[in-house]
């Protein structure tokens, strides 16, 4: 792959597994709205056309649509004298979303697909098992569950960073082939529906967006293995 593209992936998931486990702080936002990176998505190949994200989905995603959207609302202007303002609306919009004893949206693999949609489930297990094969620690270890969405975006971009390299699993496994299985067996199953109702129930026109954009991406990174 181009280093240009590899490139746009990289900061696309890095991007998104930061705003679905944080609302994104002032100087991020003074960052991604004046620097452009916003008003840019609609060009970037990872949030291109997908016939897989549009079924994770259960509908049509207009990828210019979504990022046109993205910087209508927020133009590079903005990031001169609202950013404040800003972050205030998305914290909100996050705690809502994310937070509490009833998300909107929650955002945890087991509430959605385990029987009782409890947290710290088997899939929450099945996680953390699939992270120590990489040496990995989730962030949040012991505070939040291993299988929630900004930290699944995580490891995903891990393996996309060392698909290149000669690392492998404890077991053996290449990168390639743990970012196949894990998307297979983890996050596809259940991101688009979360996804999907975060930006139904999203106050902000930020986690709106975002939140397709992020499913485009998803499907973008499943065809990026075939490749």
Same mark, same amino acid.
């Given at each position: 792959?181009?280093?240009?593209?590899? +490139?746009?992936?990289?900061?696309?998931?890095?991007?998104?597994?930061?705003?679905?486990?944080?609302?994104? @702080?002032?100087?991020?936002?003074?960052?991604?709205?004046?620097?452009?990176?916003?008003?840019?998505?609609?060009?970037?190949?990872?949030?291109?056309?997908?016939?897989?994200?549009?079924? =994770?989905?259960?509908?049509?995603?207009?990828?210019?649509?979504?990022?046109?959207?993205?910087?209508?609302?927020?133009?590079?202007?903005?990031?001169?004298?609202?950013?404040?303002?800003?972050?205030?609306? =998305?914290?909100?919009?996050?705690?809502?979303?994310?937070?509490?004893?009833?998300?909107?949206?929650?955002?945890?693999?087991?509430?959605?697909?385990?029987?009782?949609?409890?947290?710290?489930?088997?899939?929450?297990?099945?996680?953390?098992?699939?992270?120590?094969?990489?040496?990995?620690?989730?962030?949040?270890?012991?505070?939040?569950?291993?299988?929630? =969405?900004?930290?699944?975006?995580?490891?995903?971009?891990?393996?996309?960073?060392?698909?290149?390299?000669?690392?492998?699993?404890?077991?053996?496994?290449?990168?390639?082939?743990? =970012?196949?299985?894990?998307?297979?067996?983890?996050?596809?199953?259940?991101?688009? @529906?979360?996804?999907?109702? +975060?930006?139904?129930?999203?106050? +902000?026109?930020?986690?709106?967006?975002?939140?397709?954009?992020?499913?485009?991406?998803?499907?973008?990174?499943?065809?990026?293995?075939?490749?």
């Amino acid at each position: 792959m181009e280093q240009e593209k590899l +490139t746009q992936y990289v900061v696309a998931l890095q991007f998104c597994s930061r705003i679905f486990q944080n609302s994104p @702080d002032e100087d991020l936002l003074r960052g991604v709205i004046g620097g452009g990176l916003l008003q840019g998505f609609g060009a970037w190949a990872c949030f291109r056309p997908s016939e897989l994200a549009e079924k =994770l989905w259960n509908g049509v995603l207009d990828p210019k649509g979504h990022a046109a959207a993205l910087a209508a609302a927020y133009p590079a202007e903005a990031a001169q004298d609202s950013c404040r303002a800003l972050y205030l609306d =998305l914290h909100m919009d996050h705690l809502a979303l994310f937070s509490g004893p009833q998300p909107a949206a929650a955002p945890w693999e087991s509430v959605w697909r385990e029987k009782d949609r409890l947290l710290f489930g088997r899939r929450t297990q099945e996680v953390r098992d699939c992270y120590r094969e990489w040496g990995i620690a989730a962030e949040r270890d012991g505070h939040e569950p291993e299988d929630h =969405l900004g930290l699944e975006l995580a490891f995903i971009l891990f393996l996309v960073q060392n698909m290149g390299g000669a690392v492998a699993s404890s077991q053996g496994q290449s990168p390639k082939a743990a =970012l196949a299985a894990f998307m297979d067996g983890h996050i596809l199953a259940w991101a688009g @529906d979360c996804l999907k109702k +975060t930006s139904e129930c999203a106050s +902000t026109v930020f986690y709106r967006e975002m939140s397709a954009l992020c499913c485009l991406l998803l499907g973008n990174v499943r065809a990026l293995v075939q490749e």
